[in-house]
C-alpha cells in the first residue's frame, strides 16, 4: 500500500470539438508530493484537473487514484476534492455546515463531525467563524473556508483550480505561504493548477510546464529554471532578454541586415538564432567576460530596488537590472556582457 | 475562469451514459404529460371534431363534413365577428402600447424612490380578476355610475349619462387588462438604456423632441414590436370583457365560440372556430415573429 | 415645446395613469360598503351588511373555497412540473429540445376560450375510476396549469441559469449525489424564484374564470365563475365584496410571501 503512488494519470486526452485540450498527459504522483500544472490559458492544465476531479471524461486514458481505475466513475465517487478559484462555497449554508458537508457525504457518524469541523477551521486560522455566512467573509476567508472544507474530508488527492487568482496580490503571497504550510504540516498529495509561474516555484515539489495540452517539462522547480527543456519552457519561467541574430560568414547581424557588435565565446553557426539570457545574469561595462555585446542606451526604469536599463543595438533590444544609482545616460554605448554558462541559443 | 473547460454541454457527472441521456425526459415528464395529454390531445380532438356533424339536441354526430368550416364564410355573423374581433384588438393594441410606452418612460425618467410605488400600481390589474375588472367598470361608466355621478356634481353636464354599453367602455377595459404586459416589457427595454445617452443628445443640441423621435424611439423599437405583439395576441382571443361592456354586437369570435358551445351546443361548430382562431394566433405569432427577427438582423 | 410645457404634460399623464388604474378598484372597494340594494351612485349609507349576505351565503362561500382549492392545487402542480422541466432544459442537451419548449410554451400564448373548450370537449365523456372527470376540480387544476406552468417554466429557466454551476460542481466534488445535490443546494438557491413562480401561478388560477366557465359545474364552480354568471343579474352590491374578497385573497398570499422573503434577506 505504501508504494503505489497517489495518483496515475496514463496518456490523457480530451479533445472539445476539434481542439485536443489534453493531448496524452502522464504524471505519476507520489503520496505527499505536490505537483503543480504550469502554463498560460489554453494549455491544458484546467481539463486536465477537471479530469482527475471527474467533471469530464477522458476520451482515451486511465486515471488511478490509489492503484485503482477511475475514469468512469462520477465526481462524486471520487476520492479527490477541489479547490475552486471562487471558492464555490454554499451561500446559503453556514461556514460550519460548508465544512461539514463532505463529511455528511461520506456518511461520517454525527458524533465525530463536530469536532472535525471544529478542527479544520482552526487549521486554517478561522476558529469561532463557524456561524458566519459566505456573504458575510472576505475573499481571503472564504478561500481558506474552501480550503478547510476540502481538506476536512482527507482525500487521497487535493485539487487546486488556480485558488489564488482572484484576490489582489498582498493576500495571494499570504496564502500561498499558508498552502504552503499546510503541506509541510499534513503532507497531502496535491496537484495544483496556475499560470502564476511565482507561485509554482515557491509552493511545489514538481513543476509540470505545459503547453497545448502537453507537458512540456516535469521536474523540480530549480531544474526547470536552470535546465529548461525547450525555448517555450525558458521563456515562460522568469524573465529573459531575446536576441535575434543572423549568422552568416562569421559576422553577425540583426533581422534589417546591419552588423552587430556582438562577440560570442561559441561561435555559432550559418542561419537566424534567438539567443536568450535572463536579465540578472548580464552585466554592465564588462568587457572581461566571454561574451559580450555593445549597444546604446535607450532609456531606463526605476524598480525600487535596481534600475532597468533598456538597451537598443540595431533592431535587437534587451534590457538589463542593475542596483544603485544610474551610471549611464541615454545615447552611451554600453558593453554588455554575460557568461557562457548563463546564455541558451535556439535555431 | 477556467481556460478550456467544457464546451456547451454542462457538466454533469458523467456516469453510464443511458442514465445520463434518460433523466432529462424524467425530470420533463410530468410538464410533457400535461401539456401534451391536456393541450395536444385536445386540440387534436377538437380538430378532428370540427368535421363532425350537428344534428338534433345531441352535442356531435361522428361523421366528415366541411359544413362547419363553409359556415364561416356564409354565415355573416362570423365575418362580422372575425371584423370585430381584428379591429378590436388593433385599435386596442396600439392604445394599450402607447400608454404604456409614456407610463414606462415616466417610471424610467423619475428617480429612483418612485420606482417601487408605480410598479405596485402596475401590477394592479395583474392581480386582479378579470371579473372584477369588469365589474368595476361596470359601476363606473352606467347612469347611476361614478362617472355619471362625478361629472354632475362637479357641474361638467346636467344630465346622468351613461357610457356602459358602448364600444369605448369595451375599450377601456380592453386597455386595462393588457396594459401591465406592456407596461413591464416596455420599462425592461427602458432599463437596458444608457440614461447618459439622452444627456449627450442635450449636449449636442438637441431638444427633447428632437432627441425623443432620434434617440429614444428607434433604441425601443424591439420593445414596442414585442408589446404590441403581445397585447395584440391577447386581444384577439378574449370575448368577456367587450362582450359585457360593449353594445350587444360587439361579437367576437371568443364570443361565438363560447356561444356555440354553451349556448347552442354545437360541439363541431364550436371545434372549428376554435381550430380557424387558433391558426389565426399562430400565424400572427409567426409574422411577428419574422418581423421582430428581421429588424434584429438590420440593427445587426 | 418646452419644458415647462413638458413638466405638465407629465404630471398630467401620471395623474391620468394612476387615475385610470385605481378606478375600478376603488369603485369596487367603497361600493362594497353600501348599505342599499342597488348599485348607484352617490351612497347614501354605509355598512357591512354585503359581506355579512355573502359570508352567509353557502353558494357564494363554496364558491371561494372552490376557487382556493383549485388554485392550490394549481400551484403544486405547475410549480412541480416548472420547476423540474425547467432544471432538466437548464442542465442537460438532448434531442428535441426545440419541440419540447414549443410545446409547453404554447399553451402560455392560446386564448383561455380555446383551451378550456378543448380540454372540455376531450374530456366531457370521460370518466375515471367511475367519477366523471368533467366537472371535477382536478380537471380544472390542470387546465389552469395550462398557462401556470409554462410561466413557470419561463421563470425558473432564467432563475436557474444564474445559479453558480461551481457550488453544483463543488457539490458533487465533496461526494453529493445529484439528487441530494438538488435538493439541498440548487433548490434553496433559487428558493426565491420558485416561491415568486409558485405566487404567479397561485394568482393566475384563482382569477381565472373563462377556462373554469367551461369545466365547472353548479357544485364546483369557482368564485369568479360564479360572479361572471351573476352579472347580467348584478341589481346588489354582492358582486362588489365577491370582488374586494377574491383581491384580498392574492393580496393575503402576497404579504405572506413578502414576510417570508423579509426573513430570508435577514439571513444574509
Not at chain 3, 433559487?190 to 377556462?211: H, K, P, Q, R
Request: aromatic fraction near 12%; hydrophobic fraction near 50%.
Amino acid at each position: 500500500m505504501a508504494d503505489t503512488n497517489a495518483l496515475e494519470l496514463d496518456g490523457l486526452r480530451r479533445a472539445f470539438g476539434g481542439v485536443v485540450a489534453v493531448d496524452n498527459v502522464s504524471v505519476d504522483v507520489r503520496r505527499g508530493e505536490f505537483v503543480t500544472l504550469l502554463g498560460p490559458s489554453g494549455s491544458g492544465k484546467t481539463s486536465t484537473l477537471r479530469l482527475i476531479g471527474g467533471f469530464e471524461r477522458p476520451d482515451a486514458g486511465a486515471i488511478r487514484i490509489n492503484g485503482s481505475r477511475v475514469d468512469h466513475l462520477p465526481a462524486y465517487q471520487r476520492d479527490t476534492t477541489t479547490i475552486f478559484q471562487t471558492g464555490a462555497l454554499f451561500p446559503h449554508k453556514t461556514v460550519a455546515e460548508n465544512v461539514a458537508y463532505g463529511l455528511r457525504m461520506r456518511g461520517v457518524a454525527k458524533a465525530e463531525i463536530a469536532p472535525r469541523v471544529r478542527q479544520a477551521l482552526e487549521v486554517v486560522r478561522l476558529s469561532g467563524y463557524e456561524e458566519r455566512y459566505p456573504a458575510q467573509l472576505s475573499g481571503g476567508q472564504k478561500q481558506r473556508v474552501a480550503l478547510a472544507r476540502s481538506m476536512v474530508v482527507r482525500p487521497t488527492i487535493l485539487l487546486f483550480d488556480e485558488p489564488l487568482s482572484a484576490l489582489d496580490l498582498s493576500l495571494r503571497l499570504q496564502l500561498r505561504a499558508e498552502i504552503r504550510r499546510l503541506h509541510d504540516e499534513i503532507g497531502f498529495s496535491a496537484i495544483y493548477v496556475t499560470h502564476d509561474q511565482g507561485e509554482a516555484m515557491a509552493m511545489s515539489s514538481r513543476v509540470a510546464v505545459m503547453r497545448s495540452g502537453r507537458i512540456e517539462q516535469i521536474d523540480r522547480p530549480e531544474k526547470v529554471f536552470a535546465e529548461p527543456a525547450s525555448e517555450f519552457v525558458y521563456t515562460f519561467i522568469g524573465e529573459s532578454c531575446c536576441l535575434r541574430a543572423q549568422v552568416s560568414a562569421g559576422t553577425a547581424a540583426d533581422s534589417a541586415g546591419a552588423p552587430l557588435e556582438l562577440r560570442l565565446a561559441q561561435p555559432l553557426g550559418e542561419g537566424a538564432w534567438r539567443i536568450y539570457i535572463r536579465p540578472s545574469r548580464l552585466h554592465l561595462g564588462r568587457t572581461d567576460m566571454p561574451n559580450g555585446l555593445k549597444a546604446r542606451l535607450d532609456f531606463t526604469e526605476f524598480l525600487g530596488d535596481v534600475h532597468r536599463y533598456h538597451f537598443k543595438a540595431g533592431k535587437l533590444e534587451l534590457f538589463v537590472d542593475h542596483p544603485g544609482a544610474v551610471v549611464h545616460k541615454p545615447g552611451d554605448a554600453v558593453d554588455i556582457g554575460w557568461q557562457t554558462a548563463d546564455m541558451v541559443a535556439y535555431k | 475562469m477556467s481556460a478550456g473547460a467544457s464546451d456547451m454541454a454542462p457538466s454533469g457527472p458523467r456516469g453510464p451514459g443511458w442514465r445520463m441521456r434518460l433523466t432529462p425526459w424524467l425530470l420533463m415528464s410530468p410538464a410533457l404529460l400535461i401539456a401534451i395529454a391536456f393541450f395536444g390531445l385536445p386540440i387534436a380532438f377538437m380538430g378532428r371534431m370540427s368535421f363532425n356533424e350537428h344534428v338534433d339536441q345531441r352535442f356531435y354526430v361522428p361523421g366528415f363534413t366541411f359544413d362547419n368550416y363553409a359556415a364561416m364564410l356564409t354565415d355573416p355573423t362570423f365575418s362580422a365577428a372575425l371584423w370585430t374581433t381584428m379591429r378590436l384588438a388593433l385599435i386596442s393594441s396600439i392604445v394599450t402600447v402607447a400608454i404604456g410606452y409614456v407610463f414606462a418612460m415616466l417610471v424610467w425618467l423619475k428617480p429612483k424612490r418612485w420606482r417601487l410605488a408605480f410598479i405596485a400600481l402596475a401590477l394592479c390589474p395583474l392581480l386582479i380578476s378579470e371579473i372584477s375588472i369588469i365589474f368595476g367598470w361596470w359601476m363606473f361608466f352606467p347612469k347611476n355610475g361614478l362617472l355619471s355621478y362625478a361629472l354632475v356634481s362637479s357641474g361638467l353636464i346636467t344630465d346622468k349619462i351613461s357610457l356602459m354599453y358602448t364600444e369605448f367602455a369595451a375599450f377601456v377595459g380592453l386597455t386595462y387588462v393588457t396594459l401591465p404586459f406592456c407596461f413591464f416589457i416596455l420599462l425592461s427595454i427602458f432599463d437596458g438604456i444608457d440614461k447618459k445617452v439622452l444627456e449627450a443628445s442635450a449636449d449636442l443640441g438637441g431638444s427633447p423632441v428632437r432627441t425623443f423621435y432620434e434617440v429614444l424611439l428607434p433604441l425601443t423599437k424591439g420593445g414596442i414590436a414585442a408589446s404590441f405583439a403581445q397585447s395584440f395576441i391577447w386581444a384577439v382571443g378574449t370575448y368577456a370583457t367587450p362582450s359585457a361592456l360593449g353594445p350587444d354586437t360587439l361579437w367576437t369570435i371568443g364570443y361565438l365560440i363560447q356561444e356555440q358551445m354553451l349556448g347552442k351546443h354545437n360541439w363541431p361548430r364550436a371545434a372549428a372556430f376554435s381550430i380557424v382562431l387558433t391558426s389565426g394566433v399562430a400565424v400572427v405569432m409567426m409574422i411577428i415573429r419574422m418581423l421582430t427577427s428581421k429588424r434584429t438582423a438590420l440593427n445587426g | 415645446m418646452d419644458a415647462v410645457m413638458l413638466r405638465v404634460l407629465a404630471l398630467a399623464f401620471t395623474v391620468f395613469i394612476i387615475a385610470y388604474i385605481a378606478i375600478p378598484v376603488i369603485v369596487t372597494l367603497v361600493m362594497s360598503f353600501n348599505d342599499a340594494s342597488v348599485i348607484r351612485f352617490p351612497i347614501k349609507a354605509w355598512s357591512l351588511r354585503w359581506y355579512g349576505d355573502f359570508f352567509g351565503s353557502p353558494q357564494w362561500v363554496d364558491a371561494l373555497k372552490s376557487s382556493v382549492i383549485i388554485a392550490l392545487g394549481t400551484t403544486v402542480i405547475s410549480t412541480v412540473s416548472g420547476v423540474l422541466a425547467a432544471w432538466a432544459f437548464e442542465r442537460f442537451t438532448f434531442a428535441f429540445k426545440p419541440v419540447v419548449y414549443l410545446l409547453i410554451m404554447l399553451p402560455l400564448f392560446m386564448p383561455g376560450v380555446v383551451l378550456g373548450l378543448g380540454v372540455a370537449m376531450a374530456f366531457g365523456d370521460v370518466s375515471l375510476f367511475g367519477v366523471n372527470i368533467y366537472g371535477s376540480r382536478v380537471l380544472v387544476m390542470l387546465a389552469h396549469s395550462l398557462w401556470a406552468m409554462p410561466l413557470v417554466f419561463m421563470l425558473m429557466e432564467a432563475t436557474f441559469r444564474t445559479v453558480d454551476h461551481r457550488i453544483v460542481e463543488a457539490s458533487y466534488d465533496l461526494g453529493g449525489r445529484p439528487v441530494q445535490t438538488f435538493f439541498e443546494i440548487v433548490l434553496p438557491s433559487v428558493s426565491t424564484g420558485i416561491i415568486s413562480s409558485a405566487l404567479f401561478a397561485f394568482v393566475i388560477s384563482l382569477n381565472e374564470f373563462v377556462m373554469a366557465l367551461f369545466l365547472t359545474t353548479r357544485d364546483t364552480q369557482t368564485l369568479p365563475v360564479l360572479m361572471w354568471l351573476s352579472l347580467r343579474s348584478a341589481g346588489t352590491p354582492r358582486l362588489a365584496v365577491a370582488s374586494v374578497i377574491l383581491a384580498a385573497a392574492v393580496f393575503v398570499s402576497l404579504s405572506l410571501i413578502m414576510v417570508w422573503y423579509i426573513r430570508q434577506l435577514r439571513k444574509t
